[in-house]
């Protein structure tokens, strides 16, 4: 029984979401629309799109002179490489896997070059837009962990059409990918720097684009995971909060007393995304877990709708969900369940940081006394208007006192000389 299982292979990149985060929003994790890949073909209420995809096919192959044999031959050549991607054994035939594979491959192109260039339909693929109740489902389900195919064999068939584009042109497949999913990731730049060869599938490109622009070197030693006080505690003893510079959302930095978080965009797809990115990293790469260690961070900064407030105050937020307490839940919903690599915490240098700060009396002192007397304009008038008629007062009593003093002197000496 033993000998009969299959090796594991080092090329896994496409998991099930573990089941302690799975259990705790089952929908997250499963497609509502459309499928792509083996782990959830068949499903009843996915069937709806089948024959959308095969006329995609027809259309894809009719526009670009491409024959299906062609097409079935390269992705036969690639099988046992795909099945390799998926952690766990697929039980389907060659044919119907390498069927699932170009079928779903060639939706998942057509897809992405409609979105970029507005392609109209001709005469021999008319019928094939999909209709725009369906547009944000499809797009949704492409970012699912579950549902993925490995980039490579979409890159692959991509260019098996279009040569010209890996040859010529300045846009390639993988920036078109990013452009489409812009929309529904935390980031709103298109990164430079990411070429065809890293990306795994699309959730790892979108994590691939979320990454600190400084990525972190390996701790020799594990170290004390270190959190830090929420943003409320952290005014009160003299942190600033402020929107940082930076593109990359988690390019989070600190300076004698001034915390810079840049601007994230928080919507309805924000949890679905970061949910799957997390599970990804629990899976793939638990020890270079950037997403689950930006999760926490701002997870510690929020306890209560007070905490915030003062990040969208601060410009941190843009909250465009219901009320700001789903904010604070959400991140804190976001951490449940996950197991992580604390002692390898990308934050953790910037976390000792502040927790030195906020343990200086002084810096609490002067945060109060800017709270309570220097909060506005008005205030700053009073007190320096008390002050100027304290150090008035002060001069009148010193120069009623000395007056005083010479009156007394004098007639101290009239009364001496007579």
Not at 242 to 251: A, L, T
Not at 275 to 302: G, K, Q, T, W
Request: glycine residues 4%.
């Amino acid at each position: 029984m033993i000998d009969a299982l299959p090796p594991i292979s080092p090329d896994h990149c496409i998991y099930r979401a573990p089941h302690c985060v799975h259990q705790l929003n089952e929908g997250a994790y499963t497609p509502q629309t459309v499928s792509i890949g083996p782990l959830h073909h068949g499903k009843e209420k996915l069937l709806g799109m089948e024959e959308q995809k095969l006329r995609y096919l027809s259309a894809f192959l009719g526009r670009y002179k491409l024959s299906l044999e062609d097409c079935i031959s390269f992705v036969r050549g690639l099988e046992q490489r795909v099945r390799d991607c998926y952690s766990e054994s697929i039980n389907l035939s060659s044919d119907k896997f390498v069927t699932i594979i170009l079928v779903d491959s060639i939706f998942i192109i057509l897809v992405i070059l409609w979105y970029n260039y507005f392609m109209e339909p001709n005469e021999t693929d008319s019928g094939l837009q999909i209709p725009d109740s369906l547009v944000d489902g499809v797009r949704r389900d492409m970012i699912l962990l579950e549902n993925q195919i490995p980039y490579f064999v979409i890159e692959g068939l991509f260019n098996l059409a279009f040569p010209f584009y890996r040859e010529n042109s300045e846009v390639f497949f993988v920036q078109l990918s990013i452009r489409y999913f812009g929309s529904v990731s935390l980031f709103d730049h298109i990164p430079q720097t990411i070429s065809e060869s890293e990306v795994k599938h699309f959730v790892d490109l979108l994590r691939l684009c979320h990454l600190p622009s400084a990525l972190r070197i390996l701790p020799q030693n594990w170290v004390k995971f270190v959190t830090i006080p929420t943003a409320r505690d952290l005014q009160e003893v003299g942190v600033s909060i402020r929107k940082g510079e930076s593109n990359n959302v988690f390019d989070i930095q600190y300076a004698k007393g001034v915390l810079k978080i840049p601007q994230v965009g928080i919507q309805d797809d924000s949890e679905i995304i970061l949910r799957n990115l997390i599970a990804f990293e629990m899976c793939h790469c638990p020890s270079d877990s950037y997403i689950i260690d930006y999760v926490v961070f701002m997870d510690s900064l929020m306890d209560t709708p007070q905490d915030v407030d003062i990040l969208v105050q601060d410009e941190i937020f843009e909250n465009f969900l219901l009320d700001r307490g789903s904010v604070a839940t959400l991140f804190h919903n976001l951490t449940s369940g996950v197991f992580w690599s604390a002692g390898n915490y990308y934050y953790h240098g910037l976390c000792q940081e502040i927790n030195e700060y906020c343990k200086v009396p002084c810096n609490k002192w002067k945060a109060i006394l800017k709270r309570d007397h220097f909060s506005t304009p008005w205030r700053i008038v009073a007190i320096v208007a008390a002050v100027i008629l304290l150090v008035l007062t002060s001069i009148q009593t010193v120069c009623s006192a000395s007056l005083f003093c010479i009156k007394a002197c004098i007639c101290y000496c009239n009364y001496e000389s007579g």
